[in-house]
């Protein structure tokens, strides 16, 4: 047996990646969450202290995620308060 035949055997038996089901919330990272929204990570976390932005929906000691869908909810939100101006 050649090396190409070992090759091909090994990854034959190599299991794809674990992915997590299609149903499962997507966790955004405090710097993702600013990222989408076009600003910085301290005022990110003012909006948050004040109120005007909602609190993370996973805290595990120094870990916090927001469900992708708070986000895009507030967003939303944000865009009828507007009227879809974005802000002009």
Do not use: H, Y
């Not at 993702?32 to 929906?57: C, K, Q, Y």
């Not at 865009?79 to 002009?88: L, R």
């Amino acid at each position: 047996m050649n090396t190409n035949d070992q090759n091909a055997q090994r990854e034959e038996r190599r299991s794809p990646p674990k992915r997590p089901p299609m149903d499962a919330p997507v966790l955004l990272r405090p710097e993702e969450v600013a990222r989408r929204l076009n600003i910085g990570g301290r005022t990110m976390w003012r909006w948050v202290a004040e109120g005007t932005f909602p609190s993370p929906d996973l805290r595990q000691g120094r870990v916090v995620r927001w469900k992708r869908e708070t986000v895009d909810a507030w967003l939303e939100g944000r865009c009828s308060e507007n009227g879809g101006q974005n802000g002009k």
